[in-house]
């Protein structure tokens, strides 16, 4: 590594490397290749899900205009950090740049923060669709779509880049691996050669406000749809309306989730190794399991599934 001149005895670090997980050399290539698989598939599956939602006019619906900023986020989620996992699993002394760490630093947390803010509007589109169907038009209008989009991005990129900047003025001097197999706030912190408690009080404070509110607006947006549910006398009507729910759920769950365990769960006898194979799941396998979800749940994506194959027939 060339680490630069900070004063006599210290240098600032600029260069990390990225010691991913503890394994032997054939469990990394067999992770390579089984990483590389379910990458393919994260990109594959979203792909497919949003060229359907561009391709079916019957998917243009607020519902699945949410969906489709779903699986942008979940692209870009797993493209900000399985690269360089998979290029550390091959080269693992091969460092990465300072710039490079702070900008995926950037990416993960704004990817993060606009996906809780994302799953939050999707429920309150679900709760308007079950509790208030007959001002659906008006309350959930392309305006008020576009809006809670844009302002879903918007604020997880503000919140990030808040992160950010309080976070390139520290000097790094080393030692130079992160305890990580990207660059997690927290594991980069550790490695700060200066007071980072408010750097830590900021990153609890941000973790809270997208993790806390948005549950507690997911939770009470259900307890309001489970009630308008069981007002629906019609054994179809109460299916139809839990089966429009029931891939939101899962993908909430999923998410939230895995989250929680990282954040609240028991302790472990090695609590980082832990939350880093839980936040592998959470930037590999949640990103890869959401369009399973909603092509395997959804008969609207089954269906549209269905007649762009046809097409595709059809024109051959």
């Given amino acids: 590594l060339f680490p630069r001149k900070m004063g006599e005895n210290q240098t600032l670090v600029t260069e990390f490397l990225l010691l991913g997980f503890p394994l032997s050399p054939r469990t990394q290539m067999l992770l390579f290749g089984l990483f590389s698989l379910f990458y393919a598939f994260t990109l594959l599956g979203n792909g497919i899900i949003l060229g359907l939602i561009w391709l079916d006019s019957r998917l243009h619906t607020p519902m699945y205009f949410f969906l489709s900023h779903l699986a942008i986020v979940d692209m870009s989620y797993a493209c900000n950090t399985v690269p360089q996992m998979l290029v550390n699993l091959l080269s693992p002394a091969k460092p990465v740049t300072f710039a490079g760490c702070m900008t995926q630093t950037f990416f993960f947390l704004t990817f993060a923060s606009t996906e809780c803010l994302l799953l939050v509007a999707m429920s309150y589109d679900r709760y308007v669709a079950i509790c208030h169907p007959l001002r659906y038009s008006v309350l959930v209008s392309w305006r008020v779509c576009t809006t809670l ?26 030692p130079q691996k992160v305890n990580h197999f990207f660059c997690k706030i927290l594991a980069v912190l550790k490695l700060a050669c200066a007071d980072t408690h408010m750097n830590e009080i900021m990153v609890l404070a941000g973790a809270a406000s997208v993790l806390v509110g948005p549950v507690s607006s997911i939770v009470i947006s259900y307890i309001q749809i489970l ?3 069981l007002k629906i006398q019609s054994g179809e009507g109460r299916r139809k309306a839990f089966s429009t729910c029931s891939s939101h759920l899962c993908v909430v769950g999923l998410f939230y989730g895995t989250a929680i365990i990282m954040y609240v769960g028991p302790p472990n006898e090695d609590p980082t190794e832990q939350k880093k194979y839980l936040l592998l799941f959470h930037s590999l396998f949640n990103p890869m399991l959401n369009p399973l979800i909603y092509s395997l749940r959804n008969r609207d994506v089954k269906a549209a599934l269905k007649r762009v194959l046809e097409k595709s027939r059809a024109s051959f």
């Fill in 149 to 174: 989009a844009v302002t879903s991005w918007t604020l997880g990129a503000l919140l990030a880049l808040v992160h950010t900047v309080l976070l390139l003025p520290l000097p790094f001097c080393g």
């Fill in 227 to 229: 009630r308008a549910i």
